[in-house]
């Protein structure tokens, strides 16, 4: 299996695997196998669509080498393994002959390419299958036509083709040519496998296909790529988010050995999308001496409007907006009656500052600009919005920039944004088209970030006699994502809400989600689970404190207020978004919510005695269409010291096609979500970021990771279940789960994250 | 002038001797496979070996390193199959993998002067490298799973080494 990432342009496909030897990826008809509906959802819903044509993804050289052309970004969710399964699996390919090269970024030809909200395998397994069975179906047609028998009489077995009446058997590679130039059957002529049958979907044995090169050092991501006659580049950004320069001297900086030009990049006007900051590009031979020259710049900002940002202060301004009324996202029965009349009220305000993505590997890109077009080669989540920034900085047509698309050394959301990767294109024209690559050290992406929103939740509840809830009151106040794309906007997106603030399925009569204004001060953008992350830190926190009001079990508690098992369609919750599913297919499930609860508890021994200082939380939450719980098992020390033993996490996204990458990224996301909870914060004071590097922006390191991580998959009931995502849901429910572990281990209600310092004694 | 090693083949390096290692290996030489990650050694990504110890090559300048022997992931092995490189693969570590490289570094170091680490020996060992994917757990596997398989090398083979 080779692991070698290339990029496999349209030439490259017909020309490039040997002339004449492979076939599956001929003379291209016009693609007409777009579906009519009126309503669109999923991958279809998506700009570009979802593309299933074999001849775009498959090639098959006559050594039966199968190569496999991946169009997600790999970022280490697995999915160029995962993606060439699927595939491999459905025309029954060996695993041994398959190699999987990537696609350059282009939608118009691949389909949506964009790598994010746990979409890859949601949108494409059923594609994938497809692309697979239509790939067999043809070898088997060229295989029959040769021996001159009805195709129904030929199988395929193992990468080769088998007409068991005569005996007679071709390798995939022997019919490849002929299987090439016939039609691609019609979507209602595919006949898929066996699920029983498949060799690889559903593995959970399969090496990454990218594994050896990660391990010894061949693995190229965006910042490894080198092009003859580069230059290095680092930029001197506005500190303050829509700062702009004022005035420069570059002479100091200009003589440091290696420093060859120093160039002024324009700052856009605000809201600034996608676009860079501006400010001082050093170009030089090397990164070093790019660093060293950036040091010596003298630089005067006009610092701008968003100057006063201050976190502390902002915290007090989203407090009081959550201590007033909002505009009503979301509304049954009588709220403020119901909390008037019940038994007991419970208010609790939380709050999450902003978090940066901090991928290991930074943004980083190399430009080239040959006359009116442009050639990138970068770790980016987003071809298609990198094509589009690039020609728009460039003032050239989006079709002329060409993106090969590298491994991504960590998303997390932050290489959705392509700001970075239209620096480098803007200095390789101002290098006179020398390839320039532009590099951001870890500070540049701590200052310079499209960051986590920060927000403050305030929720009340109220219960009855018995305990049972009777109204909640939840109040989400954050700065918008969409704040940094359009002007004036205060309020959540449907989107936004949508991730947990409105979409609660409680079985409580007077219910209302209200979403006062909140303004945005810098730039802010996804991070993986976006904001599922601060609702279900309240959300799931104020569960917990409201079972402990009624006296009530927490876990028992939680099912209680989920209820029984039933589809809702989320509309009915207020939420028209439903990451863009279709709301019968995709219905709010509560018997799988219900189910990642009960599987948590029970995998986690919940209700079982713990010695002293120790205790258990539970969480539930419903994202990207999948279900997660968690029990996080935490022990406190008598100096407040915090490590945790074990977490448990239950997890539903129906059908399972990698069930190792899907540990994986469970594995990941608990210690992610660990991480958020004790050390995650970026502040702003005098509108900048106080966080440098890894010594003041903490991530949680080997030592702190829970000891144990114990996944459980749910068994799904058939592949063709709609799918889940699975890169982010596991993140939600962690926080909540922690805090409230903490709460049973030692009484005490921590509200406000990171938890840090605040167990200390 | 300085002179080194660089994965065996000798180095003489007339440059700024401040220079730091990281950024000779990737823009010098081409050596990529030692990433950046912090450019303050907060981070491990950029872990290489000098003289066989661990060292963060963003903050050990070329002038520190006359006359001593660097190995990169580059020239941890051959072929790719150091023993924490294997079990690495063999229990697909790897998630996005950009620290991976100074993550096996560091494991490797580790295990040749402690065969057999505890699970706070290999905390101790790598907590000085960030893995943002957090495969955190799979990293204490694979090192356990590479100080087994080491021992199996070593009862077959008869070898004392």
Redesign the interface.
Known sequence: MSGTITNLSRRAVLMGLGAGTFVLAGGLGPAARAEDSPKKYGGDAMPGGVKDDPRLFVAVAADGTVTILCHRA?????VRTSWAMVIADEMDADWAKVRVDQAPGDEARYGNQNTDGSRSMRHHFQALRRIGAAARQMLAQAAASQWGVPVAEVTADHHSLMHAASGRRLGYGEVAAAAAALPVPAREALVFKDPAKFRYIGRADI??V????????????G??V?RENML?AVVARPPVHGGKLVHYEVDEALKV?GVVKVVVLNTAPLPSGFLPKGGLAVVAE???AA?KGREKLKITWDDGPNVRYDSAAYRAELEAAARAPGQVARNQGDVDTALKAAAKRVTAEYYIPHLA??????PAAVAQVTGDACEIWGSTQAPQTTRETVAKVLSIPAVKVTVHQT??????GRKSKPDYIAEAALLSRAMDGRPVKL?F??TDDLHHGFLHTVSVERLEGGLDAKGKPVAWLHRTVAPAINATFAPGVKHEGASELGMGAVNTPWIVPNLRVENPEAESHTRIGWFRSVSNIPHAFAVQSFVAELAAAAGRDPKDFLLDLIGPGRQINPADMADGWNYNEDPVAYAYDTGRLRGVVERAAKEAGWGKPLPKGQGRGIAAHRSFASYAAAVVQVAVDAQGKLTIPRVDIAFDCGPVINP??VR??L??????GV?LATLGEISFKAGQVQQD???SYE?????A???D?RVHLMPAAQYDAPLGGVGEPGVPPIAPALLNAIHAATGKRIRSLPIRDQLRA | MITFTLNGQEQRFEG?PE??LL??L???Q???????????A??G?CTVHADGAPIRSCQTTLGDLAGMAVT???G?SPD?MHPV?VA??EL?V????????GQ?MSAAALLKDTPHPS?EA???A???????????????AAIKRAAGGAQRKTASSGSAK
Request: charged share 20%; aromatic share 10%; hydrophobic share 30%.
């Open positions: 790999e970022m280490g969710q697995g090496g990454l990218d594994g050896f090169d990660i391990t010894t050092g061949r693995a190229t991501y910042i490894d080198r290095y050995p090397n990164t070093w660093l993505q901090a991928p290991m590997e930074p491994l991504v050394g960590g998303g997390f590099t050290t870890r190792d990458r994986a990224q594995e990941g996301a608990v210690i992610q991480s590097n890894f010594d991530v949680t390191r080997i030592e990771a829970p000891k991580i | 700024d220079m730091p950024w000779y990737r823009d010098v081409g050596l990529t496979g030692t990433k950046y990650g912090c450019g303050e907060l981070c990504a990169t992931i580059e941890l790719g490189q690495w693969r697909n790897a998630q996005c993998g950009y620290c991976q490289a096996i699970d290999i905390d101790d790598m907590s000085g490298n960030i893995c943002r994917c957090a495969t955190y757990p799979r990293i204490r």
